[in-house]
């Protein structure tokens, strides 16, 4: 029953409570279950409609279905006997439902709203902590301490002040937080609160959510202050918001606790940010009117839908979901905002607005009228009856649901009562006669006898009549005129007596000049404005007894060319009036013989107040001022003749219509004026205002040349004249379309589509629309143009028309800038002339007219000036043309390709065609530029090929007459010299021609001020390395270009005499004399003096004169170009003009690299040249000294000079002349020393003895590298290729591998010099083993098991660690096993073990010989003076039996990991073990060295695998536990035996304790299912985040590696070509931007699945979340397997790069998760300084990777790659900075190694990593197992 359930609520003030808890259900927490909304929902049914009726819904309406039921179920519950009725049964039980989960209580009437008592949660928690907070705020603001369990308590808001009510009754009793919500934009000092909240030690929190200023501080009497920075929703969508703290203790503490939140989602910031953006959309009148009415058509709350969507925070568990560190993204656009809405306007004008509003309402509607401070973010009003007017008026939508804002507690009175009231309005941001006519007036008060002026003005645009009386006389024509007798009189000459309510009496004179000058009006518009206000005019003139002057128009007539100033028209005024004023027929009959509605009202105002006696002035068309009140004056929006020269000049009149040669009517407007206040002045009459006959004018077609003049010479405009006979003559039927059909369907058309488009995109489509007239202009100035006209007049003035037509065409370009106003960026508007320019010259394809198009664009927008210099081609014109050409034009850029082409096409009186265009075939790789260039008449051909790479290009050209043009220097000089010429393609050419054919070699100079690329290839000169070509980077130049930032100067192009080539020429002979030739149409300005006079440090008039006198050519005129900004930029103009200072130079080399192809010198030079030139020598000089002196730095730190690289010794060159000059100078330096000596080591080399065994080429593993003999990475010019069938990667071309080694080691890889190759033969210590002996292994274990072989020898006595291999390429292996056993069996490593103790031999076990850890080096013979035996296991490699039930297996030890998945893959299982050397080592091996495999998680580690091991002790006897050796099939899986396990013994032994034959170990089935996936995250803190994520889930894959940004950039390398073309490139690029993944910080994720379908959808369930967590993007399966498989692969890279002088290598180490980050950061840092304090080559490149996982840390792999070019020791450099590497990973938590061992390169770390008494176990053990050292390899502890 429900009496049973209710609480013990008191019956009193029902309906009080009632409304109490309805007002409440708003903030309701969001993580209501849904049972209790529906018991909410049956008891408020069952209170407002008593019991349900009609039929239960469907089955199908599951949630109608359930609201049905619980309302059934309530209602039964009803206690009928009751003396309640029924409504309040159930109203008792809402409310008791209210505050159980509100966690209120009712506050009755008694108590005070400033102080109601504190809140409660609905916990159980006691806690009296307390937060007070203001009353109205968002909803979820009280809900964030009521989560955590604390009280809120509500303070009540004053309406007008929108401070706390009475800060003084507030109890302060457990209060420890204030947050006091700033809203609606105000900003409130809080002087006395902050200091209440001092007293009573409370956190005053400042929410500045809604007050936001640019230039606003922070107020710094608060504790905390929560802002934002922009106009609050839209700020809160694209930066969240930002907290500033007081105190740097609570900053500290804050951050701590907000460092444990995941970073944000960028996903989905950038969705909000689309949301945001369509939010912007929606805002727009015309959308949100459609949407609006569309909601209320469907009978939806459009208040409760916007605030929807402008919602902060969204529904579910809100709370956890702003748990989150905001992303990078989010964090640099809050400093991006910071600085934009400091420039931001939008702010001020939203005051001005707002305070102009308030202007317009009732004191008393004004919320927070008594604020000192408000930004009006919203603009809340009390609501009233007038809101509607004002709607209407202002075109407002007003709406009560525009914030999210709530008053939060309904006690709260005065703010309950304010939120339940207030709406917000949005908040949005005389004539040209008249102006001049004051001014006439002002300028002859006495002579007019003038005492007093009124000025009638109305409001108008939202400025009142004071204010627009005040704008206009602040006019600057005013200034010296006396103002003082202006007065204005508020009215409007459309109403009855003009609106005035005071009329002064001395008014004696009116001229009206009001009108409504618009040729587009309708009839009843144009009445209005302009027959109706006259009417009233004359009405009031007659009233007050005054005289009157009206403007009328000359153009009244409808027909005649002889314009009278009589009206001459048979109709009745009056007829056509009420016509007008009824039907329109008659008046519509009458206008059919007028031009437009404009003349025609003109003409019946006429008649209609002929009656009152009135002076009518006619003027003709009004243009500009000649003299007064200053020239060129045409007002603020210009008349008809300047708006149409504006019209002319702008973006919109680009293609006009062609006027005729009829003489323009226009007249001045001073000279209007001055006669019409004569006329006025002597009383009556109607005068036309115009010139007769006998005055000069101008032509209406000169006017538009005019025009097209002024805006070539002022802003490079042109127009286009379209003549109206062209377009309407072809067609011959009687009727052809006339001009307006054209003009309608083509600036109109355009015009409509553009208004569209903007109130689409949300545009000022409104200010835009006002733009209108100037579009209709060519059509309105038709009945002007089209015919001349005559006047009569004496009208007495005249003036010169051609003067004058100029006078027109310069008043209107001053108002060219106006549709500026309209466009979205400062960019100039495409000009339709140059598009028309390129489609109508003679000559070119498409491709190379658009390419036309856009080079006429570039260079508008990037250079001054480009010229050609015509004379210089008259060589060519006059003799050219019998035989084939070849442009050679310098090369200094990209733009060399496009430049001769677009003068070729733009001037064709050359009479040279577009050129086939000899280009490097890496353009054609560039999307869409390559088929441009490829379109445009580019032949791409391959460098560094020979003939093959060019021939195709041959053929293409030998079959077409069109000229070639190629480049003689092959590349572009990035300094600006001229390089040495190549010939290579012009002797492919001739040879491949069947018969002698001759050429005109036309040599052609292209001069830059300043190169496109100038800034770029200095700074790859800085940095000594080029960048490639890519589309990202021709875009990022294209953006540039556009925003100004690329600036050429100018551009001068000149050619030289013709050079002829044949069969029989010196093709070195001919491209000198083309260089010669080149050089001498070389330019400069001053902008390369000015570089020149830095450079040189030389007087600037040396410079200038030593140019001239050595005849360069100057341009004339002073740079624009702003000076260079490195020393880099300044010798790139400065090596501008090497070739006329090569000749002069001394020294030979200096002069070879200035300029091969310089002219001889002259015999004598002036004192001025002279000292030029010693400056030049001075900084060559300089730069060989500090190369010396670099050079033997390197030297003394142990580096051979022949070894040396010229970067290398750049990095040791500070403060320098200059990087090219530098470069050069160690290039002289390093050569002269070479010849000077060669090198030490190629002289020893000669000296060695010959002997020593050969290298085996017949074995399946390589020697003195890792891998299989037939796999090996080989080079290919540049490009490397992995010559393999085993691996994916096999024969995948790698062209940008070198590229990128080059780039990241900061070094030039010499490749055709090989640093560290494999020796021809062996060179080791000959065996010292007994021949007797031998002889006795022989007889026991057959001579094909015995070998004393060197190269067996040595690979058994080495691994595979860096030392390893470099001793064995340069034969440095100091002891090697006497000799090599290969066992078979378990009995024989019995018998040879006994054997070794017999005759007291060494034995090393081995196994794959794949270890890093010099574990199989043999000791020195000062240690070891035994004879060694290698055991080689290999042989052992049998599965034994296999258990496949029990899931176990024995195998022998020398099988590999290769063997053991191949023999049981046959059976269906698998080991899962499979570490990265699992196709060479083996399972004795890994138990040696207790490994790890890639797929540890799904298996486990070896020690999880082997469940049993069976080996032979130092006595030759077998050990083993549980089992006895021949039980078959049986194992332990685990047990408690009270001893350790042998196998945790054996397990890590490292081959010194003995050697083991066989292990039991764990095998499973072949997983169901196999797949790979990747991840990419935006740095290396979240990969790590999403792999603990994935740990902790307990749902790991098989395999989870995660590569580091630097070992992702050299995986991305290894795509090679297979990786995608340019234009996926940028998709994918587009796609991690979307996501928020910065591309200079991107890690990977590499992962691989297994097991069965279950398992493996449940872990990349977990995957997919942990990916979403942490903000990756999955990058695919393929991704993932390549990433897996390169593995196996990439290990031959070492090697390989090896041969060359890059010496790398692996170490790996186990760390806590704590210490990953800041270990992995650290170590990097550690061997980057180190590196560079050994002053090793270029940069160290270091990496990481994360593989293996635990629930406490990982396995992280560290690779370090160093260039060890010209050092003595490189192995010794290298493993100094290993060892620092390895110091850095222990003492930053690291330990010695997770899975590689310890061997002897490591044993010195575990010293003091092991405690004594346990290495004494150790020992102690070993004796007990190998009493006499059998084993004595000496690795890790028992060294």
Known sequence: MVSASLPNINEANLDARWTWATSLTSTLPSSLSNDEKLDLYGAYKSATEGGPEGSRPGVWSVVARAKFDKWSEVWEEREESSTQPTSTQFKMRYIGLIEKLTGKQFIAETTTATTPPRTTTGSTNDNDTAVLMSAITIPQMPQIPRSLGIQVQAIDINPDTLDIVDLESIDWTGVKVFVFSHIFGSRLPLTKLSHLCKLNNVLLISDEAESFSPEQPILPNVDVTMR???????????????????????????????????????????????????????????????????????????????????????????????????????????????????????????????????????????????????????????????????????????????????????????????????????????????????????????NLGISKIYLLLRSKKGKNVEERFDDLLSDSMYVDLDLGVCEFLEGDVNLGKLGIKYIPREINKIIHLAASVSFTQTLKDAYKSNCVSTINVCEFKEEIGAEMCHFSTAFIHND???????????????????????????????????????????????????????????????????????????????????????????????????????????????????????????????????????????EWRGFLEVCSEIGRIGGNRTLTLISEEILCKPFSSPSPPDIEYYHQILPITLYNLRRTWLKLTGGKWEKFEKFRPFVDLPMLFRPFTKREFTFETDFPYSLNGEKYMVTCALAGSKFVDYPSTYTSTPLTLPRFSDLFWCLTMPIGNFWIRLVGFVLVKILRITSETLTVDLSSFSDYVQNGGGRKLVLCPTHRSLFDFMIVSFITFSIPELRIYNPFIIADAQFSKLPIVGTVCSGSGAIFIERGKGSKGVSKAIKKIKTSNRPVEIFVEGTRSRDRRFLKPKTGFLRAMIEEEEEEREYDMLPINISYERTPEQETMAGEMNVGQKKG????????????????????????????????????????????????????????????????????????????????????????????????????????????????????????????????????????????????????????????????????????????????????????????????IEEEAVRIVLARKKRSGGSKREQQQEEEDKGGASIPTDQEEAFGAWGFADSKFVLDGKTVTLHSDRYSLGRRRLPKLVSFLEKELKTKIDLSRSIYPLPERVMVTPSRLPSNIKDDIVAIFGVDCVTMDDAERVRHGTGHCLSDVLKIRTNDVKRAPDAVVYVTCQEKVVELVKFAKEKKLCLIPFGGGTNVTEALQCPGYDVEGRCILSVDMRRMNKVLWVNAEDGIAKIEAGATGRVIQEELKKMGLTMGHQPDSYEFSTLGGWVATRASGMLKNKYGNIEDIVREVVVVGGDGGVMWQHHKEEEVGKSFGRGSFGMPELKDLVIGSEGNLCIVTSCVVKVTKLPEKTEFSSVVFNDFGAGLGFMRAVQSSGLKPASIRMMDHEQFKLGQVFKGSEGGGGLKKVVQGLALWWNGIETASMVAVTLKFEGGEIEVAAQQKAVSAATKDWGGVGGGGENGKAGYELTFAIAYLRDFALSFGLLAESFETFVNYSNLNVMVECVKQRVREAHAERGVCGEALISARVTQLYEDGACVYFYYIMDSSGLKDGNGVFGEIEQIARETILEYGGNVSHHHGVGKHRAKFVQGRVGGGVVDILRGVKREIDGENIFGVRNGVFE
């Open 560 to 698: 005649k060319n002889i314009y009278k100033t009589d009206l001459g028209s048979d109709w009745n005024g009056e007829e056509v009036k009420k016509s007008i004023e009824t039907d329109c027929y008659t008046a519509s009959k009458v206008l059919q013989s007028y031009p437009n509605t404009y003349s025609f009202s003109k003409h019946l105002t006429e008649k209609l107040i002929k009656k009152y006696n009135t002076t009518i002035i006619r003027p003709s068309i009004v243009g500009p001022a000649v003299i007064y009140p200053k020239p060129e004056y045409a007002g603020e929006k210009g008349s008809t003749v300047t708006a149409g020269s504006a019209y002319y000049l702008s973006s919109l009149g680009k293609a006009v219509w062609e006027l005729p040669r009829n003489r323009v009517g226009v007249v001045p407007v001073d000279l209007v004026c001055f006669y019409a206040v004569g006329k006025f002045w002597e009383g009556g009459g109607t005068w036309n205002a115009c010139f007769g006959e006998g005055v000069e004018g101008f």
């Open 228 to 446: 934002s920075y922009g106009l609050i929703k839209n700020c809160t969508t694209v930066s969240g918001a930002t907290v500033h703290f007081k105190s740097e203790r609570l900053m500290k503490i804050f951050k701590a606790k907000h460092d444990t939140y995941r970073i944000s989602s960028v996903t989905s910031y950038r969705l909000k940010i689309v949301k945001s953006c369509l939010l912007v959309v929606l805002s727009n009148p015309i959308i949100y009117g459609i949407i609006l009415n569309i909601l209320k058509l469907i009978n939806l709350n459009h208040d409760k839908i916007i605030t929807s969507l402008l919602r902060g925070f969204s529904a579910g568990n809100w709370i956890e979901k702003i748990k989150q560190r905001p992303n990078k993204l989010i964090i640099s656009n809050v400093g991006r905002l910071e600085k934009i809405y400091k420039r931001f306007k939008g702010v001020d004008r939203r005051k001005n607005n707002s305070e102009y509003l308030n202007t317009l309402l009732r004191r008393d509607k004004i919320v927070g009228k008594n604020v000192n401070t408000h930004n009006h973010w919203l603009h809340p009003i009390i609501n009233s009856s007038s809101l509607p007017q004002i709607s209407l008026e202002f075109k407002y939508d007003i709406t009560s649901g525009a914030t999210q804002l709530i008053c939060i507690d309904p006690s709260c009175k005065m703010a309950y009562k304010l939120m339940n009231d207030i709406v917000y309005l949005p908040v949005r941001s005389t004539g040209f006669i008249g102006r001049v006519m004051l001014w006439t007036l002002l300028s002859n008060l006495d």
């Open 1029 to 1220: 070509l890519g589309i990202g980077g021709l875009i990022s130049w294209g953006w540039n270009v556009l925003s100004g930032k690329v600036k050429l100067g100018r551009i001068h192009v000149t050619a030289g005499n013709v050079v002829n080539m044949s069969h029989k020429s010196n093709l070195n002979h001919v491209v000198k004399l083309i260089q010669q030739q080149q050089m001498k149409g070389v330019k400069v300005s001053g902008y390369h003096v000015k570089a020149l006079t830095q450079s040189l440090g030389v007087e600037s008039d040396i410079v200038r004169i030593s140019l001239e006198e050595l005849k360069v050519p100057f341009w004339e005129g002073d740079c624009a170009l702003k000076p260079p900004k490195s020393e880099e930029e300044r010798w790139t103009l400065s090596l501008a003009v090497a070739h006329v200072v090569a000749p002069h130079v001394k020294s030979q080399e200096w002069a070879e690299w200035l300029c091969s192809s310089r002219a001889p010198a002259s015999n004598q030079i002036s004192p001025t040249v002279n000292a030029f030139v010693q400056a030049w020598e001075r900084v060559f000089e300089l730069a060989e000294n500090d190369a010396e002196t670099a050079i033997q730095k390197l030297v003394k730190l142990g580096f051979e000079v022949n070894g040396l690289k010229v970067e290398h010794v750049l990095g040791y060159i500070f403060d320098g002349v200059g990087r090219p």
